[in-house]
């Protein structure tokens, strides 16, 4: 295995870990803006008023694109095994 293929694997394995968790990472960030746009306006400074919102969307979100992120995984690992099995019979 050359280092060319090592870096092309490790650099589809970060690109396949920011894509499956891209999605709950933006729905955390927008709900979690709106929590704070909530509490300055409301100068209500409840520690859990941040926390629960998030929890409860990113777990929604979560069940929404599970799909989406199996589907990526699989897609990522049936390509890693290909390589696998290249290398192999090379």
Do not use: N
Request: hydrophobic share 65%; aromatic share 12%.
């Amino acid at each position: 295995m050359t280092e060319a293929e090592v870096l092309d694997i490790a650099r589809d394995a970060v690109w396949t870990t920011l894509v499956i968790s891209l999605p709950l990472l933006l729905v955390a960030l927008t709900v979690g803006l709106a929590v704070s746009l909530f509490q300055a306006l409301t100068q209500i400074q409840e520690m859990t008023l941040a926390f629960v919102p998030k929890i409860i969307f990113v777990f929604l979100f979560a069940v929404v694109f599970a799909p989406f992120m199996l589907s990526t995984l699989i897609t990522f690992t049936q390509g890693l095994f290909d390589k696998m099995i290249a290398l192999g019979a090379g």
